[in-house]
């Protein structure tokens, strides 16, 4: 996590800094810093909280200087405060960073030795000495070039110089780092969305590389110091995404988006004309693929368990899921006729890139389902689906959930048609279901009132529970996952089936207990659970979908119902009461929606 931003230019750069910091906060926001050089010295400014907090604390008009860094923090060492806020600076060196310098400690200790004092607790101080210690007997290609190996860890760098006044230097290895080319400026970002309203000319960093970034001229580096060339790519740009509109949060306008996630999601996969689905350039044959494994972190994970459901119910593959933090330390018994599937929003997220990684170095088949086309995991996958939700920037994860989960779908409808595990006939019934899908979901999110009114007893409660069995048992973590990094409420997902194996013990009186109850082929067996529950004095709250038949329960306390649609698309719809009760529940307590504590949106951090 943590964002990076750099400017050089022919004009003063702190109030550009500054917007781009406040883009760069959904990487994290325990504190932010700026540093600037002017007549020849570094004049750094570093707050606690938001940038909002920095501009109130210092007056950054007068921030003069043609050259800058900035930052943004989510703490890895040392709590959040202004002393371990980035920049971090010696008397010539002002360095930003992020990630984590995994022998922090022993560097720290030689360095004392060598006579420097530190004044933070974090790992990124002893990047700032390393440097000023190199840059004594070297230039600074060679000096960058040592430093960086004597670093174990991750990082992306942006930092400048005193004594060398026309530059900043960027670095990376594990975390993202782009350079961006404006008129008269070259620029620094963690990513192209904080570069994005000053230039749509981008270069990525691979892992090893560095760079000069002058005001009319970029170098590149490989890890030996070596100069290298690199391809300049053009993004599209559409700025109103960026933009809450007449939204109060973003989380509120990406939830009310998803009708159009869904519609362009379709659209890019969908053939209307022939009525099938286009996977272009797939780069294997079907038979070659025997069994799929999808790792992804959190949200995306959930996305994973979801396709589990489908890929087994759709074809005849062998499915594994998996946790990518786990995975990649695992003694994963590799199979070349598998295909690895990655699912992230932001493509960046550490533990799923290192599992790609891994795959990779292991000659696996690997394919990214990602939000951000121009990301690492993207980049580095032998096949990219993106989910085209546009970007979210809500730190908690809504329309990328639901983007991926259709990607995810449409893959597994695409192998069960192809290796004729599902036939032609009920295949064209599924693809017209789908193309109904994005109305359903508008109408289901007209939902809003029922939902506000019982969000209160969540937040009053000790904690909640989220039940459901097959296809709404992904959904039902997810719907927990939300209230949880939300509104700061235990909330727990569980298979419905698996209560009375332990967690009905904690069902008391009052305590209210969502059951995702559609009515799919798990039906009977999902209101029976929810009678045990009733029983126990749990205040039910059933979601389930339309239909004319009555629900033979009692003392259900409040029940909402979707809209109707063939079993496999119901957890689409599941989806959108669970993301509002977050969102009200937030709401009401006077959470900030958009960046929930201890979060950030992009983890390239282990
Ligand atoms: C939850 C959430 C996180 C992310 C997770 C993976 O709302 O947003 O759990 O889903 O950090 O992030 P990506 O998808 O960017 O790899």
Not at 281 to 291: A, L, R, T, V
Not at 483 to 503: D, I, N
Request: hydrophobic share 35%.
């Amino acid at each position: 996590m943590c964002g990076i931003i750099g400017i050089s230019s022919n004009k003063s750069v702190s109030a550009n800094i500054i917007n781009s910091l406040k883009k760069l906060e959904y990487r994290g926001y325990d504190s932010a810093g700026v540093a600037t050089l002017f007549d020849g010295e570094i004049n750094e400014v570093k707050s606690e909280g938001r940038v909002d907090n920095l501009e109130q604390n210092f007056d950054l008009k007068s921030l003069k200087g043609n050259i800058g860094i900035g930052h943004v923090r989510w703490a890895t060492h040392g709590i959040p405060n202004s002393i371990n806020a980035h920049p971090h600076s010696s008397d010539n060196v002002s360095v930003v960073h992020n990630g984590i310098i995994e022998n922090s400690t022993i560097l720290k200790k030689h360095l004392i030795n060598k006579g420097h004092t530190f004044k933070s607790q974090t790992d990124t101080e002893v990047i700032v000495h390393l440097i000023t210690e190199n840059l004594k007997t070297m230039e600074l290609e060679e000096a960058i070039t040592k430093t960086l190996k004597q670093l174990h860890g991750s990082f992306a760098l942006g930092i400048i110089f005193k004594d060398i006044p026309d530059l900043i230097v960027g670095a990376r290895r594990g975390s993202p780092l782009a350079v961006g080319y404006g008129p008269n400026e070259n620029y620094l970002g963690s990513d192209s969305y904080a570069l994005k309203s000053m230039t749509n000319k981008i270069t990525y960093l691979d892992d090893g590389e560095f760079c000069i970034v002058k005001k009319d001229q970029v170098h590149f580096y490989n890890q030996e110091g070596k100069k290298i060339n690199k391809k300049i790519l053009e993004l599209s740009s559409n700025e109103s995404n960026y933009d809450k509109g007449d939204f109060k949060h973003f989380m509120a306008k990406e939830i009310e988006e998803q009708p159009l996630t869904v519609k362009t999601g379709i659209k890019e996969y969908l053939d209307n004309v022939n009525n099938e689905i286009n996977i272009f350039n797939f780069p294997w044959k079907i038979n070659e693929i025997k069994s799929v494994t999808l790792i992804g972190c959190g949200t995306a994970y959930h996305s994973c368990l979801m396709a589990k459901y489908w890929f087994e119910e759709l074809t005849s593959l062998d499915v594994n899921i998996d946790i990518a933090s786990e995975f990649r330390y695992r003694k994963n018994r590799f199979k070349k006729d598998s295909l690895y599937i990655f699912v992230s929003q932001s493509g960046e997220t550490a533990d799923t890139y290192a599992a790609l990684d891994l795959c990779n170095k292991n000659n696996m088949k690997t394919c990214a389902v990602v939000n951000v086309i121009e990301s690492s995991i993207a980049r580095d996958s032998n096949f990219v689906l993106p989910i085209h939700c546009g970007p979210e920037i809500g730190v908690a994860s809504t329309k990328a959930f639901l983007g991926q989960i259709l990607v995810l779908y449409i893959l597994a409808l695409k192998i069960g048609s192809l290796s004729g595990q599902i036939d032609k006939k009920n295949y064209q019934v599924k693809i017209k279901d789908l193309k109904n899908l994005p109305s359903l979901i508008e109408k289901t999110l007209l939902i809003d009132n029922d939902i506000q009114a019982i969000s209160s007893t969540f937040n009053e409660a000790k904690g909640s529970m989220f039940l459901g069995r097959g296809f709404s048992f992904p959904i039902a973590l997810e719907g927990a996952l939300k209230l949880k990094e939300l509104s700061y409420v235990h909330a727990e997902g569980y298979p419905a089936g698996e209560m009375k194996h332990g967690p009905l013990a904690l069902i008391e009186e009052g305590m209210p207990v969502v059951v995702l109850a559609p009515r799919d082929s798990y039906y009977k067996k999902t209101i029976s659970n929810m009678q045990e529950v009733i029983a126990r004095g749990a205040k039910v709250l059933l979601i389930t979908n339309k239909s004319k038949d009555e629900i033979f329960s009692e003392n259900i306390w409040e029940t909402i119902e979707v809209e109707n649609t063939n079993d496999d698309l119901l957890p689409f719809l599941l989806t959108i009461p669970l993301q509002k009760l977050a969102y009200y529940s937030a709401l009401k307590m006077g959470y900030d929606i958009d960046k929930p504590r201890n979060l950030a949106k992009s983890v390239t951090v282990e």
